[in-house]
Each structure stands twice: as structure tokens, then as C-alpha cells.
């Protein structure tokens, strides 16, 4: 498996490009390895597929939504809380 600093670096390459990239691939799915974009997606499976179809194991890739960081910030914070108490908390 990829050392964690490898995806860490196709993490840092992608929000350091998301100005660019948002224009482009709003809403789709990324696939991102070794500080370059490989494919875009309309769901996040298919990247996934995709990536160990091109023979690349996981944990050598990222596949990330491309949103703006405050809409990816709120998604983030709502399923957070809705594993943290349950669908059906109140």
C-alpha cells in the first residue's frame, strides 16, 4: 500500500487546483494520483473501477467530489452527524 504522504500529496495537489478545476468538473468525481487528474466521474464508484480496472491498487489514488470548500465543508459536517446520532436523530 501507497504511504500515506503519497495521498496526501494528490490531496494537497487538488485543493491547490480547485480554483481551475471547479469551472470544469463542478459535481463530478475526480480520480487524482501521483499530483495529476486521470479521469472525471459522475459517480464516485465508477472512479474507483476505473482506477483498479488501469491496475492502480488502492490507496495509491484518490477519487474526490469536486465542490466548492464551503458547500464540501457542510456535506462533510452532515454526514458526520448523521453517522455520529443517526438518520432518525433529533
Known amino acids: 500500500m ?3 504522504t503519497d495521498m496526501q500529496k494528490d490531496v494537497d495537489w ?3 487546483n480547485l480554483d481551475s478545476l471547479l469551472p ?3 459535481g463530478k ?3 487524482i494520483a501521483d499530483g495529476r487528474l486521470l479521469g472525471d466521474f459522475d ?3 465508477d472512479g474507483v473501477r476505473a482506477m483498479e480496472g488501469a ?14 470548500l464551503e458547500q464540501e ?3 462533510w459536517y452532515y ?10 436523530a433529533k
Open 55 to 68: 491496475g492502480r491498487k488502492r490507496g495509491t489514488y484518490i477519487v474526490h467530489k469536486c465542490i466548492p
Open 29 to 31: 468525481y475526480l480520480a
Open 43 to 45: 459517480e464516485c464508484i
Open 73 to 75: 465543508r457542510r456535506e
Open 79 to 88: 454526514r458526520s452527524n448523521r453517522v455520529r446520532f443517526g438518520e432518525n
Open 24 to 26: 470544469l468538473y463542478n
Open 14 to 16: 487538488y485543493y491547490a
Open 2 to 4: 501507497a504511504e500515506v
